[in-house]
């Protein structure tokens, strides 16, 4: 995938974000998969690729990457979300491998999560979901939730579809005025 790129890269979902801009795609998020490239995506663990955009020149994409790195972090969450909603890794994707299939459990193994009773041993507790996912507690035992995620986090939206009141979408389409080439 030698093209120019620019490529955003996440420690975890909702984690912490890297913005770059590359001319091969492959050869530098392997360089930080493998821990190679020095500086903030090593100190921080940052390797998981979760959006990239391909430009004709490096010039566009270098142009990307600073006005990308200026906007607010809703912005660059949103970004993402619109084409990779469950912030998958992308880097079967971007080298031809085959994704690891994820296999459900069958419905009797999870039995009881929700209730507070232990998991049954066909599946270990690392990889269940517990029934409070998503809701914010005090640190206090027996505390109410102080916040919920939104019903609507994560729901795909038309991308087509663009409001030009909106700051956003705006930056994605480039008609950003007040970034300026410092050139």
């Known amino acids: 995938m030698k093209q120019p790129a620019v490529y955003i890269l996440a420690s975890q979902r909702n984690g912490t974000l890297y913005i770059g801009a590359t001319s091969d ?3 530098r998020i392997w360089q930080h998969k ?18 990239y955009e391909q430009h004709e020149t490096m010039e ?12 607010l972090r ?3 969450l949103k970004t993402i979300e619109q084409t990779n909603p469950d912030w998958h890794d992308l880097w ?3 080298t031809g491998e085959k994704p690891q299939a994820v296999v459900p459990a069958p419905d009797n193994t999870i039995r009881g999560m929700a ?19 998503g809701i914010q507690q005090d640190k206090q ?13 994560g729901t795909q939206q038309n991308i ?19 970034l300026k080439d410092a050139r």
Do not use: C
């Open 60 to 71: 566009s994409a270098i142009h990307k990457e600073r006005a990308m790195k200026k906007w």
């Open 25 to 27: 795609l492959i050869q």
């Open 92 to 94: 079967p994707e971007i």
């Open 115 to 133: 209730a507070g009773t232990q998991p049954s041993p066909a599946i270990p507790v690392s990889s269940a979901i517990p029934a409070q996912a």
């Open 74 to 76: 809703e912005w660059k």
């Open 160 to 178: 087509n579809t663009f409001d030009s009141s909106n700051p956003l979408d705006s930056r994605i389409r480039g008609n950003d005025g007040a």
């Open 34 to 51: 493998e821990g190679l490239a020095e500086g903030f995506t090593k100190t921080y663990g940052v390797k998981m690729l979760v959006w």
């Open 141 to 153: 035992v027996g505390a109410q939730p102080t916040s919920v995620v939104p019903a609507q986090a």
